[in-house]
């Protein structure tokens, strides 16, 4: 059976499902229970095949966690990323947050391709727990370390966001100018020239 809900209109059920984000879909058992669940968008064939490896038992949060206490495991940073994703899934983010450090230690170089994505949802963590600095330091450290990441423009974007919500306008505005200043056809360039016309308004505004 399938059921849809508006977790933008009943937030009661968002926030007792913790829902780190849309679309989430939970896969459950026939008494209701879930099982684990899958978020973003994925393609119809992965979602058959994710669904029935998790009704198996296989892919799932509990059996990863069971696979973390093998020897080895804890020094293998494309498992500890995955994991990560699975915390970060099911809305644990301190312990998404602990395995991506790993992964990011562990794959230093980036040899492996985790590093800087360890990186990048640390800052996606740190917006959701709300630590902005935190969050500002790891989008920083992901630009000096892979300058050219996938990654990187969207780190910058963050950047200027997260000193925004920080209350720090002139970081913010610096923010959003170095990031139109290597990114000026990026995706988010006209974001970033409304924040700016924005907070150097309220700036003025606020005779800062």
């Not at 977790?7 to 849309?22: C, E, N, P, S, Y």
């Amino acid at each position: 059976m399938l059921v849809k809900v508006n977790t933008d209109v009943d937030t009661t059920i968002r926030a007792d499902r913790k829902i780190a984000g849309l679309p989430t879909v939970l896969v459950c058992n026939p008494g209701g229970e879930e099982i684990d669940r899958t978020l973003g968008f994925i393609e119809a064939k992965e979602f058959i095949k994710t669904v029935e490896n998790y009704r198996q038992g296989i892919g799932t949060l509990a059996a990863m966690q069971e696979l973390e206490r093998t020897p080895g495991r804890t020094l293998d940073a494309e498992f500890l990323y995955e994991l990560g994703q699975k915390y970060f899934n099911h809305s644990e983010f301190k312990e998404a947050d602990i395995r991506f450090e790993s992964a990011g230690v562990l794959d230093a170089t980036n040899e492996a391709g985790v590093a800087d994505d360890s990186y990048y949802q640390r800052i996606l963590i740190a917006r959701k727990l709300e630590k902005w600095d935190h969050g500002i330091g790891h989008a920083q450290m992901l630009i000096e370390m892979w300058p050219k990441s996938e990654w990187a423009d969207d780190a910058a974007i963050y950047i200027g966001f997260l000193h925004a919500r920080a209350g720090n306008t002139r970081q913010a505005i610096i923010g959003y100018k170095n990031y139109l200043e290597r990114w000026p056809k990026g995706e988010d360039a006209d974001y970033a020239k409304k924040q700016i016309e924005a907070l150097e308004a309220e700036s003025e505004t606020s005779g800062g």
